[in-house]
């Protein structure tokens, strides 16, 4: 939507220390704006509606305001917000109350409701898949590099910016366990590692990273390039065509579906709460979807 602009001294020295806070928090250029300008636009509503104290942000307004979101009319064609942009204003208005108060994720008090009507169904690998994806992997350099990435990526759980961020100091072979700093969520967990996990990660790590590094390099980055740098988005998009095109199951695989799966996987013999913590859910609304991922493959 077109920038609004706000009248409000108060209200635009908090949306500024808002993007300040984003900025400081590790996220992207592009998740700043986004995430600054629909608050803007909250704050742009308080003002129509005659509400100028950041006080009055309270349960009764945002659910007027979510319902003002659901019937507000596109500015560039026709139709109303989909429900994947209704639940990203959810999540930044989420963000904005508890910076606000200066309280942890999920402390706010406030309800929003996530909206799963006409969204896409979520896809996941089933077990007998998951062995199948494994298998495409070969004994050559790239091969072991790529089950050692399956391996995090499913067996671990991790988002794909902790898969690129993981350095060699964060993996602790004696304990069975991988240490995530800094993650979406900026909480830091510490993620076991099953024993078939670890003897990937230690195939690639000591068979095959030092090969591809340079003798005279200091990359301390767990995942490199044959060309001895750091991984980047680009070769994890090859790594998953790559495997797109092995594998003939009619289901496009990502990143993303491989941490779903786990987590539906999961969820099957664990807590929810088990759950959440092994993913770095500070909130169990994010986790809840495991619940009808489980119930929609499993029956259970």
């Known amino acids: 939507?077109?920038?609004?602009?706000?009248?409000?001294?108060e209200f635009k020295r908090q949306l500024e220390k808002f993007r300040v806070r984003l900025l400081t928090q590790g996220a992207s250029k592009d998740q700043q704006n986004i995430k600054t300008n629909m608050i803007q636009e909250l704050l742009h509503y308080m003002e129509q509606n005659g509400k100028m104290n950041l006080k009055k942000i309270?349960?009764?307004?945002?659910?007027?305001?979510?319902?003002?979101?659901?019937?507000?009319?596109?500015?560039?064609?026709?139709?109303?917000?989909?429900?994947?942009?209704?639940?990203?204003?959810?999540?930044?208005?989420?963000?904005?109350?508890?910076?606000?108060?200066?309280?942890?994720?999920?402390?706010s008090g406030i309800r929003i409701k996530r909206d799963k009507n006409n969204s896409e169904p979520k896809?996941?690998?089933?077990?007998?898949?998951?062995?199948?994806?494994f298998d495409t992997c070969d004994y050559t350099f790239i091969g072991i590099r790529d089950k050692a990435i399956f391996s995090l990526l499913y067996g671990c759980g991790l988002r794909k910016k902790e898969l690129l961020n993981l350095t060699i100091q964060d993996i602790d072979l004696n304990k069975g366990r991988i240490h995530i700093d800094t993650s979406k969520t900026k909480n830091g967990r510490?993620?076991?590692?099953?024993?078939?996990?670890?003897?990937?990660?230690?195939?690639?790590?000591?068979?095959v990273r030092n090969m591809m590094l340079d003798?005279?390099?200091s990359l301390d980055n767990f995942l490199i390039t044959v060309k001895g740098t750091a991984m980047k988005n680009p070769t994890i998009t090859s790594v998953m065509r790559r495997l797109n095109n092995r594998l003939s199951i009619n289901k496009k695989i990502t990143c993303h579906m491989l941490r779903h799966s786990i987590g539906t996987h999961f969820h099957r013999f664990m807590k929810l709460e088990d759950v959440a913590k092994f993913l770095g859910h500070l909130n169990l609304d994010s986790t809840m979807i495991y619940t009808h991922l489980?119930?929609?493959?499993?029956?259970?």
């Open 1 to 9: 939507m077109k920038k609004l602009e706000l009248r409000n001294t």
């Open 58 to 107: 309270n349960q009764k307004l945002v659910n007027k305001y979510f319902e003002y979101l659901k019937t507000r009319p596109l500015e560039r064609k026709d139709g109303c917000m989909s429900v994947g942009y209704l639940n990203k204003h959810r999540e930044a208005v989420l963000r904005f109350i508890e910076f606000l108060k200066g309280i942890k994720q999920g402390q």
């Open 123 to 133: 896809i996941i690998l089933l077990e007998n898949e998951v062995k199948s994806m």
């Open 190 to 207: 510490d993620v076991p590692m099953t024993s078939a996990v670890q003897k990937n990660i230690e195939d690639y790590l000591f068979n």
């Open 215 to 217: 003798a005279n390099s």
């Open 294 to 300: 489980k119930q929609q493959y499993y029956g259970n």
